[in-house]
C-alpha cells in the first residue's frame, strides 16, 4: 500500500504555512526558470539565457518564459507530477550552479492561480508538450502540433483575491525582490512595453563608498562603515553595515540572504553570530541548503562554519579599526555600548580588544577601564546596585575603587581583568565586611564606645542588625548601613511568615529558623562624625536611643531601602522624640 497524497491539503499547507506571503511563486518560477537556463548551458549550447515575464491584465494572467533546457515527456511525468522530485537531486549535496533542490516549488502557483499551464520543449527531445494541472490531482499532457522554442513556458490565471499581480507596478515590484540581481536577463513585457529587471550591481561586489549611498537609498538610514564578509567553506560573500543607532538585545535582527543570488528571506535572523546585534547583513551564498520553503537555511555543520567565519570577519575588521580609524572606532563603541559589551563578555579575543573602551560606573564616577586601570591596580566590584549604593561615597573618601557590578556583564567583565593585566587584583566586595577596611579604634576609645554599641545592639537586634564603630571618611557621614542579600531573604520570610496562613507560616518557619543560621546586617557608626561623638558622650540613655534609632531608619533612607511598617513607626517615634526634647528645652529657656 502507498500513502495518499491530498494535493488540496499540501495546497493549503504551502500557502497558509510553509511560504511567508503568496508573491513567493515569483521566485519560485524564476528559481526554476535560471537553473533551466544553467543546465542547458551545461551542454554546451551558445544561446544566451533570458527570462521573459509577459502581463495580460486584461484577462488577469501571466507567463514566465525560459530559453532553458526544457522537459521531456518522461521528465514532465517525473518533476511535475511526483510531489517532492527534482531534477537537481543527484547535486543537491554538490556546489553547483543550480538554485532550487525541491520539487514543490511549482506547487506554489496553485496559491494564486487554480490551473497552471506549460509549454516546453526539450533540448534533448524535439516534441512540443502542453501540461495542465489542478489543485485536485489532476493533470493531462498533450503533444503539440506546432513546434515552439527550446524551453519553457508557464501561464498562469491569477484568482480574484489575486489579480494585482498581473498589474504592471506589483509584477515589477516582486521581480525586483526576488531577482534583480541575477546574472540572467529578467524582462517584464506588457504589450509593445518592456524593461529588464536585473542591470544592478550587488551590494556584496560594490566598494564601500558605493554601499554606503546603496544603503541610503533602500534602507534609509545612513550605516557608520561597511564590513566585508567573505566565507570560502560556504562559497559565501557579502556586507554588514554598521547601524547608525542603538539596538535592543532582544529586537529581531534582519538579514537580507541570498542563495545564487534570489531572495530567499529579507529577516534571516540567525545568519550572522548572535553577538554581533550591531549591524546587519546583505549576504549571497552559493553552497547552503535551503530549507524546504527556500526562506531559510538547514542548520547544519556547513551553516555554523559559515556563520562563524562570517562572524570572524567581523572581529578581524573591529581588530584593524582601532589602529586605522580611532575615531569611528570610539563612536562605534558610544553608539553600541550594550551590543559591545555582551561580545567582549563571549568572546576571549573581543574581550582584550574592547574591556579598555568601556565605560563603567565607579566610587570615582563613570570612567573607562583604561582609565581606572593607570591609577588604580587594586579593583573592588559589587555584585548588585543596592550594594554599590551603600558604599561607593564612602569608598572614594577612602580612595578605594569600588565598580558598580549590577549592570548586566558588568561584573563578570571586571572579575576578567587579570586575564590581560596579572598585576591588576580584582575581589568582589563582601558588603558586610566593608566596615573592616576603616580604621579601628584605640583601646581607650573602644572602652569608651562599648555601652553605646550594646545598647545598639539590643535596641536593632528586632530588626535582623548589628552595630560596630569605625573611624572613616567623610566625616558628614554618621552611619553606614550595609545589607547582601541573603539579610534580604530572610527579612521578606519574616514579613511572609506574619502574613501567610499557619500551614505555610509553618513552613517558612522551618525554613527560617532551622534549617539556616540567620544573618544580620551591619550597622557602623562613624567615630569621626559629631553627631555620633555627642551621643556617645550624652551619657543619657533616652537620647543615646533616640540618636541610634533615628540614624538606623536615616541610613534606611538615604541607602534606598525600603521600611517596614515596624521601621516607619520607629523612625515617626524617634523624630517626634528629638521635637518633644527641643520644644521643651526652648520653653525652659523662655521661662
Same mark, same amino acid.
Given at each position: 500500500?502507498?500513502?495518499?497524497?491530498?494535493?488540496?491539503? #499540501?495546497?493549503?499547507?504551502?500557502?497558509?504555512?510553509?511560504?511567508?506571503?503568496? /508573491?513567493?511563486?515569483?521566485?519560485?518560477?524564476?528559481?526554476?526558470?535560471?537553473?533551466?537556463?544553467?543546465?542547458? %548551458?551545461?551542454?554546451?549550447?551558445?544561446?544566451?539565457?533570458?527570462?521573459?515575464?509577459?502581463?495580460?491584465?486584461?484577462?488577469?494572467?501571466?507567463?514566465?518564459?525560459?530559453?532553458?533546457?526544457?522537459?521531456?515527456?518522461?521528465?514532465?511525468?517525473?518533476?511535475?507530477?511526483?510531489? /517532492?522530485?527534482?531534477?537537481?537531486?543527484?547535486?543537491?549535496?554538490?556546489?553547483?550552479?543550480?538554485?532550487?533542490?525541491?520539487?514543490?516549488?511549482?506547487?506554489?502557483?496553485?496559491?494564486?492561480?487554480? =490551473?497552471?499551464?506549460?509549454?516546453?520543449?526539450?533540448?534533448? =527531445?524535439?516534441?512540443?508538450?502542453?501540461?495542465?494541472?489542478?489543485?485536485? /490531482?489532476?493533470?493531462?499532457?498533450?503533444?503539440?502540433?506546432?513546434?515552439?522554442?527550446?524551453?519553457?513556458?508557464?501561464?498562469? %490565471? +491569477?484568482?480574484?483575491?489575486?489579480?494585482?499581480?498581473?498589474?504592471? !507596478?506589483?509584477?515589477?515590484?516582486?521581480?525586483?525582490?526576488?531577482?534583480?540581481?541575477?546574472?540572467?536577463?529578467?524582462?517584464?513585457?506588457?504589450?509593445?512595453?518592456?524593461?529588464?529587471?536585473?542591470?544592478?550591481?550587488?551590494?556584496?561586489?560594490?566598494?564601500?563608498?558605493?554601499?554606503?549611498?546603496?544603503?541610503?537609498?533602500?534602507?534609509?538610514?545612513?550605516?557608520?562603515?561597511?564590513?566585508?564578509?567573505?566565507?570560502?567553506?560556504?562559497?559565501?560573500?557579502?556586507?554588514?553595515?554598521?547601524?547608525?543607532?542603538?539596538?535592543?538585545?532582544?529586537?529581531?535582527?534582519?538579514?537580507?540572504?541570498?542563495?545564487?543570488?534570489?531572495?530567499?528571506?529579507?529577516?534571516?535572523?540567525?545568519?550572522? &553570530?548572535?553577538?554581533?546585534?550591531?549591524?546587519?547583513?546583505?549576504?549571497?551564498?552559493?553552497? +547552503?541548503? &535551503?530549507?524546504?520553503?527556500?526562506?531559510?537555511?538547514?542548520?547544519?555543520?556547513?551553516?555554523?562554519?559559515?556563520?562563524?567565519?562570517?562572524?570572524?570577519?567581523?572581529?578581524? !575588521?573591529?581588530?584593524?579599526?582601532?589602529?586605522?580609524?580611532?575615531?569611528?572606532?570610539?563612536?562605534?563603541?558610544?553608539?553600541? !555600548?550594550?551590543?559591545?559589551?555582551?561580545?567582549?563578555?563571549?568572546?576571549?579575543?573581543?574581550?582584550?580588544?574592547?574591556?579598555?573602551?568601556?565605560?563603567?560606573?565607579?566610587?570615582?564616577?563613570?570612567?573607562?577601564?583604561?582609565?581606572?586601570?593607570?591609577?588604580?591596580?587594586?579593583?573592588?566590584?559589587?555584585?548588585?546596585?543596592?550594594?554599590?549604593?551603600?558604599?561607593?561615597?564612602?569608598?572614594?573618601?577612602?580612595?578605594?575603587?569600588?565598580?558598580?557590578?549590577?549592570?548586566?556583564?558588568?561584573?563578570? +567583565?571586571?572579575?576578567?581583568? &587579570?586575564?590581560?593585566?596579572?598585576?591588576?587584583?580584582?575581589?568582589?566586595?563582601?558588603?558586610?565586611?566593608?566596615?573592616?577596611?576603616?580604621? @579601628?579604634?584605640?583601646?581607650?576609645?573602644?572602652?569608651?564606645?562599648?555601652?553605646?554599641?550594646?545598647?545598639?545592639?539590643?535596641?536593632?537586634?528586632?530588626?535582623?542588625?548589628? @552595630?560596630?564603630?569605625?573611624?572613616?571618611?567623610?566625616?558628614?557621614?554618621?552611619?553606614?548601613?550595609?545589607?547582601?542579600?541573603?539579610?534580604?531573604?530572610?527579612?521578606?520570610?519574616?514579613?511572609?511568615?506574619?502574613?501567610?496562613?499557619?500551614?505555610?507560616?509553618?513552613? #517558612?518557619?522551618?525554613?527560617?529558623?532551622?534549617? !539556616?543560621?540567620?544573618?544580620?546586617?551591619?550597622?557602623?557608626?562613624?567615630?569621626?562624625?559629631? #553627631?555620633?561623638? %555627642?551621643?556617645?558622650?550624652?551619657?543619657?540613655? %533616652?537620647?543615646?536611643?533616640?540618636?541610634?534609632?533615628?540614624?538606623?531608619?536615616?541610613?534606611?533612607?538615604?541607602?534606598?531601602?525600603?521600611?517596614?511598617?515596624?521601621?516607619?513607626?520607629?523612625?515617626?517615634?524617634?523624630?517626634?522624640?528629638?521635637?518633644?526634647?527641643?520644644?521643651?528645652?526652648?520653653?525652659?529657656?523662655?521661662?
Amino acid at each position: 500500500m502507498n500513502f495518499q497524497v491530498n494535493l488540496q491539503g #499540501i495546497i493549503d499547507l504551502l500557502s497558509n504555512h510553509l511560504y511567508s506571503d503568496p /508573491g513567493v511563486f515569483v521566485r519560485e518560477l524564476l528559481q526554476n526558470a535560471v537553473d533551466a537556463v544553467t543546465a542547458r %548551458k551545461r551542454l554546451g549550447h551558445i544561446a544566451e539565457g533570458k527570462v521573459a515575464v509577459e502581463l495580460f491584465p486584461s484577462s488577469h494572467t501571466i507567463s514566465f518564459m525560459d530559453n532553458g533546457i526544457g522537459l521531456t515527456a518522461s521528465e514532465i511525468e517525473q518533476f511535475l507530477a511526483r510531489i /517532492g522530485s527534482t531534477a537537481k537531486k543527484a547535486d543537491q549535496d554538490s556546489a553547483d550552479d543550480y538554485i532550487g533542490q525541491f520539487g514543490v516549488g511549482l506547487l506554489s502557483c496553485f496559491v494564486i492561480s487554480d =490551473e497552471i499551464v506549460l509549454i516546453t520543449r526539450s533540448a534533448l =527531445e524535439g516534441d512540443s508538450l502542453e501540461w495542465r494541472g489542478k489543485p485536485d /490531482g489532476t493533470y493531462v499532457t498533450n503533444k503539440l502540433k506546432r513546434t515552439v522554442p527550446i524551453g519553457t513556458t508557464v501561464y498562469l %490565471k +491569477l484568482k480574484p483575491e489575486y489579480e494585482e499581480y498581473a498589474e504592471w !507596478y506589483k509584477m515589477y515590484q516582486q521581480l525586483e525582490r526576488f531577482g534583480k540581481y541575477l546574472e540572467t536577463p529578467i524582462v517584464l513585457m506588457e504589450d509593445k512595453d518592456s524593461r529588464q529587471i536585473n542591470d544592478t550591481t550587488p551590494p556584496w561586489r560594490m566598494g564601500k563608498a558605493e554601499a554606503i549611498s546603496y544603503i541610503e537609498d533602500s534602507e534609509y538610514e545612513k550605516p557608520m562603515d561597511i564590513i566585508p564578509l567573505k566565507s570560502l567553506i560556504g562559497d559565501t560573500e557579502g556586507i554588514a553595515y554598521i547601524l547608525p543607532y542603538s539596538v535592543s538585545l532582544q529586537d529581531e535582527k534582519r538579514h537580507k540572504v541570498y542563495l545564487k543570488r534570489v531572495l530567499l528571506s529579507e529577516k534571516m535572523n540567525n545568519m550572522l &553570530p548572535s553577538w554581533a546585534f550591531f549591524v546587519n547583513g546583505i549576504i549571497n551564498t552559493n553552497s +547552503l541548503r &535551503p530549507t524546504a520553503s527556500r526562506e531559510s537555511f538547514q542548520e547544519n555543520d556547513l551553516f555554523c562554519a559559515v556563520r562563524d567565519e562570517l562572524g570572524v570577519c567581523i572581529k578581524r !575588521y573591529l581588530l584593524e579599526l582601532v589602529d586605522k580609524d580611532p575615531e569611528l572606532f570610539a563612536r562605534i563603541v558610544l553608539i553600541h !555600548y550594550a551590543s559591545l559589551k555582551t561580545m567582549a563578555a563571549e568572546d576571549e579575543e573581543l574581550y582584550e580588544l574592547f574591556i579598555l573602551h568601556l565605560s563603567f560606573e565607579t566610587s570615582f564616577g563613570d570612567l573607562k577601564m583604561a582609565d581606572i586601570l593607570r591609577n588604580h591596580r587594586t579593583v573592588m566590584v559589587t555584585s548588585s546596585f543596592d550594594e554599590f549604593r551603600q558604599v561607593a561615597r564612602v569608598a572614594k573618601a577612602q580612595n578605594m575603587m569600588v565598580i558598580n557590578g549590577g549592570y548586566v556583564h558588568d561584573l563578570e +567583565l571586571v572579575r576578567k581583568l &587579570p586575564s590581560i593585566d596579572e598585576q591588576v587584583q580584582v575581589s568582589v566586595l563582601d558588603i558586610l565586611s566593608f566596615s573592616s577596611r576603616f580604621e @579601628s579604634l584605640g583601646r581607650s576609645e573602644r572602652d569608651e564606645v562599648q555601652p553605646f554599641l550594646d545598647l545598639a545592639d539590643r535596641l536593632l537586634a528586632p530588626y535582623q542588625c548589628r @552595630s560596630l564603630i569605625k573611624w572613616f571618611e567623610p566625616a558628614d557621614i554618621p552611619v553606614l548601613f550595609n545589607i547582601n542579600q541573603e539579610v534580604n531573604f530572610f527579612k521578606m520570610m519574616e514579613e511572609s511568615e506574619e502574613q501567610a496562613n499557619t500551614l505555610f507560616a509553618e513552613v #517558612i518557619h522551618v525554613i527560617k529558623d532551622e534549617l !539556616y543560621e540567620k544573618p544580620y546586617a551591619r550597622l557602623c557608626f562613624n567615630y569621626n562624625n559629631p #553627631i555620633v561623638r %555627642k551621643a556617645i558622650a550624652s551619657g543619657d540613655l %533616652k537620647l543615646q536611643q533616640n540618636s541610634i534609632e533615628l540614624l538606623y531608619t536615616q541610613a534606611l533612607l538615604m541607602g534606598n531601602h525600603p521600611l517596614s511598617s515596624e521601621e516607619l513607626r520607629l523612625m515617626n517615634e524617634s523624630l517626634l522624640q528629638f521635637m518633644n526634647m527641643g520644644l521643651d528645652r526652648n520653653a525652659e529657656v523662655g521661662r
